[in-house]
């Protein structure tokens, strides 16, 4: 799926991202506040520190904005998901540590995770298809790494099961803004990565020296005050 061509009347690359950084800034803000249909683009345009005209400088509608938002929030989640996985894990340490990393980077960005979830159905179908597309390549690096797993004989999972694997793994790291009205009072971020991990790893029938592994991992991560 091709990326939506956003319209800047400039040409300076670097200034259209500096520019564009500034409006997703702004617009998630106002996003979260008011909701993307109630929020206009003059307001954003001032959140972000310039004159309607000059927003339209860099952008042709409101739903360039929105799209800006969705694509900026998609590359960052990996961005930051990436530089906290460790290359150096192997086994169920490496799996263990590529959920919690993603569950951990969806904490840090929640704001801008729940603005994309809740508004991006008003995306036109073309630009909705390109987002949810960049998703489906998150859900292929958990594929990628329960395959690497299952080939150790570290877990036992059925190959239709393994798309409803990753699904899930996704969705709970979803669940953690969508719910974090009654999440947060009840947990942190430690205990709810432990805890949601510990709930996938026992469903997918983990054999008894994996399960010793897995208290291992849990110990040592406590240990290093990451848990």
Not at 14 to 30: F, G, M, N, P, S
Not at 64 to 74: F, N, Q, R
Not at 83 to 112: C, K, P, S, W
Request: proline letters at 0%.
């Amino acid at each position: 799926m091709k990326k939506k061509d956003v319209p800047s009347l400039v040409k300076d690359e670097r200034l259209i991202k500096k520019r564009r950084d500034q409006i997703v800034k702004a617009a998630v803000h106002l996003f979260n506040q008011k909701g993307y249909h109630k929020a206009t683009t003059r307001e954003v345009a001032q959140a972000s520190g310039f004159s309607i005209g000059t927003l339209y400088e860099y952008i042709g509608s409101k739903e360039d904005i929105l799209y800006l938002v969705c694509d900026a929030v998609y590359d960052e989640v990996v961005e930051k998901w990436e530089t906290l996985m460790d290359e150096n894990l192997h086994g169920l340490d490496r799996l263990y540590q590529v959920i919690e990393a993603y569950f951990r980077v969806v904490d840090d960005l929640q704001n801008e995770v729940l603005v994309m979830y809740q508004e991006s159905k008003s995306l036109s179908e073309e630009a909705l298809s390109y987002v949810l597309e960049k998703e489906m390549r998150m859900k292929e690096m958990f594929e990628k790494e329960l395959i690497k797993a299952k080939e150790l004989e570290l877990i036992q999972i059925e190959e239709g099961q393994l798309s409803m694997v990753c699904h899930n793994i996704l969705v709970a790291g979803h669940m953690w803004t969508f719910r974090r009205w009654a999440l947060h009072k009840e947990y942190t971020i430690d205990t709810y990565c432990k805890w949601q991990i510990n709930q996938l790893f026992y469903g997918l029938s983990v054999n008894k020296s994996a399960t010793k592994t897995i208290t291992k991992v849990q110990q040592n991560l406590e240990t290093e005050g990451t848990v």
